[in-house]
């Protein structure tokens, strides 16, 4: 009787791979913050940096706007010559604004040192286990408006709301969830009293404790930045 024949699995990886058929697809799309490794599968250096890599995909890949990738330029080498790759590893940058000029990635080949120079580029808020920081959701002029109010009482909470409010509909894109929710706490605070901020800030720590998609815990770590201004 035949022993059965077990076939090996490739683990699955946030890593996009490139090749000549995807290469320009992706890492030109001006949508996109692309950061690119060109490796060679018997490169000592590339097998070291390889679970690191594989990390920091991990930790972005809640950033539709952030692609973590990789290409063979041993076999592709007509890509890797287009860029001027000598050696392995060679990692590059590729801005939604600079696509022709990537930038060299010289800096740490450590998790932490991936995440600060992408965060710093893409503008944002990650840690390098994929969470958002302490920072994420927060709107500087938004935060000078909570002093304000914490600062007035009676009706000059309710101008600086109004206020808040104008400035929240100039918002664009993300930061339109953030806006909504400055002037939510404001409009809640005038509604329950400075109470409120106490128990909302304890309602989100206890759903943040709870099994809850990634997509919510950005929003709940959000809120509970937006939160922490008004102590």
């Not at 090996?8 to 001006?30: G, H, R």
């Not at 450590?110 to 958002?132: M, Q, S």
Request: glycine share 6%; hydrophobic share 35%; charged share 30%.
């Amino acid at each position: 009787m035949l022993e059965p024949t077990l076939e090996s699995k490739k683990a699955s990886s946030n890593v996009v791979d490139l090749n000549d058929d995807n290469f320009d697809k992706i890492v030109k799309d001006s949508n996109k913050d692309v950061l690119v490794e060109f490796y060679a599968p018997w490169c000592g250096h590339c097998k070291h940096l390889a679970p690191i890599y594989e990390k920091l995909a991990s930790a972005y890949i809640n950033e539709p706007n952030v692609v973590i990738a990789k290409v063979d330029a041993d076999k592709y080498r007509d890509i890797g010559g287009r860029y001027g790759v000598q050696g392995f590893p060679t990692i590059k940058f590729f801005s939604k604004n600079g696509k022709e000029s990537p930038e060299d990635y010289d800096g740490e080949r450590e998790l932490p040192g991936f995440v600060t120079y992408i965060n710093g580029k893409a503008n944002t808020k990650r840690t390098a286990d994929g969470t958002l920081d302490e920072s994420a959701g927060r709107i500087s002029s938004l935060d000078d408006l909570v002093k304000e109010f914490i600062s007035a009482t009676g009706a000059a909470r309710s101008t600086v709301l109004k206020r808040a409010e104008e400035a929240a509909k100039a918002l664009t894109g993300d930061d339109t969830f953030s806006g909504k929710v400055y002037t939510k706490v404001m409009s809640s605070i005038i509604e329950k009293g400075n109470d409120y901020v106490t128990s909302e800030t304890q309602r989100l720590n206890n759903m943040l404790k709870g099994s809850i998609s990634n997509a919510k815990l950005d929003e709940f770590t959000k809120r509970k930045n937006i939160l922490a201004v008004f102590n």
